[in-house]
């Protein structure tokens, strides 16, 4: 959670340099606010992948790319919904099976990561 708030603080220290003067105060703490919000919710995505990663026993070598496909599923999910959201991430699922990734584990990191939505 550590590395979390550091890069929400370096996120903060940017903005506030970059948008001192050119956007109202309270435009900018919103910003800060919903990127906040945002790194959370990553960082619990995070925890899911990786919570399926080591009950499958997959080599540390390739939680890079599940990491990736967790996040990926977490944005589209937010992004698209009901039929839309599904076929999109069955084409993540395919695209990512087909470099090399077990689908089984693709299919638990899925349903984990919906899990967390609303």
């Known amino acids: 959670m550590r590395k979390t ?15 001192a003067g050119v956007l109202p105060e309270e435009t900018i703490k919103q910003m800060i606010d919903n990127y906040t919000i ?10 899911k992948v990786r919570t399926v990663l080591a009950t499958e026993n997959i080599p540390s070598l390739f939680f890079v790319h599940y990491l990736t496909y967790g996040r990926k599923v977490w ?3 937010r992004r698209y919904s009901g039929k839309t959201g599904d076929q999109q991430i069955k084409t993540l699922r395919q695209y990512w099976a ?14 984990n990561v919906r899990a967390l939505l609303p």
């Open 5 to 19: 708030k550091d890069v929400i603080e370096r996120y903060r220290r940017k903005i506030v340099l970059r948008m």
């Open 38 to 47: 945002a790194q959370s919710q990553i960082a619990l995505v995070d925890q």
């Open 75 to 77: 944005a589209t999910a």
């Open 98 to 111: 087909k470099q090399g990734l077990n689908e089984t584990v693709l299919e638990k990191i899925e349903q």
